[in-house]
């Protein structure tokens, strides 16, 4: 079954770190561009980063820059996405997706919900 | 940063109707414009890529146009199944930005 199932989610402090992973199966996870997007519950979606298929290029939203960090393995077939210095903003759940420059996101997993909280 | 500005922000209507939502960008995106269908709790769904290619498996009902800055996703006959909400996304430039949303509501 071609999917992404993402993992690592949960409750941490601000100021805290916290690593997300995007397990990809059922298509050539080392041929193609992987995105995270995040949505805080009830409101709209805002892309944070994407890395090329060989993990030689990267980009982040100017909100995450310097904090996040983009991350592949195509060996795992595994995307991660490390964020270091939470703030109560970064709440919000955590979406991969799978898309290149003309064919928008085209596969979606079902989220992780990070929350940043004392 | 590019800017999308959707319209309307919510839209209520019937079975049946044909609804038009547009997407304006703050700067020309050629045709790197994408719609897609969330549903509460869900992962979006893409319905359309490159402003005016339906995604595979997508109803034929679903339709884009426009170019450089205007874009707009029609429905042609709205199903109670589309009663969801929808984003609009440009694929020209990082960071690739979204619409706000229009919902879309029963009459």
């Known amino acids: 079954e071609v999917q992404l199932v993402e993992s690592g989610g949960g409750l941490v402090q601000p100021g805290g770190s916290l690593r997300v992973s995007c397990a990809a199966s059922?298509?050539?996870?080392?041929?193609?561009?992987m995105h995270w997007v995040r949505q805080v519950p009830g409101k709209g979606l805002v892309w944070v980063s994407h890395i090329y298929s060989d993990g030689s290029n990267t980009n982040y939203a100017d909100s995450v820059k310097g904090r996040f960090t983009i991350s592949r393995d195509n060996a795992k077939n595994t995307l991660y996405l490390q964020m270091n210095s939470l703030r109560a903003e970064d709440t919000a759940v955590y979406y991969c997706?799978?898309?290149?420059?003309?064919?928008?996101?085209?596969?979606w997993g079902q989220g992780t919900l990070v929350t940043v909280s004392s | 940063d590019v800017q999308m500005t959707q319209s309307p922000s919510s839209l209520s209507a019937s079975v049946g109707d044909r609804v038009t939502i547009t997407c304006r960008a703050s700067?020309?995106?050629?045709?790197?414009l994408n719609w897609y269908q969330q549903k509460p709790g869900k992962a979006p769904n893409l319905l359309i890529y490159?402003?005016?290619s339906l995604q595979s498996g997508v109803p034929s009902r679903f339709s884009g146009s426009g170019s450089g800055t205007d874009f707009t996703l029609t429905i042609s006959s709205l199903q109670p199944e589309d009663f969801e909400t929808y984003y609009c996304q440009q694929g020209y430039i990082t960071p690739y930005t979204f619409g706000q949303g229009t919902k879309l509501e029963i009459k």
């Open positions: 490159a402003a005016s």
């Open positions: 700067q020309s995106i050629s045709s790197h």
């Open positions: 997706a799978r898309g290149g420059p003309f064919s928008g996101f085209v596969l």
């Open positions: 059922g298509f050539t996870f080392s041929n193609n561009w």
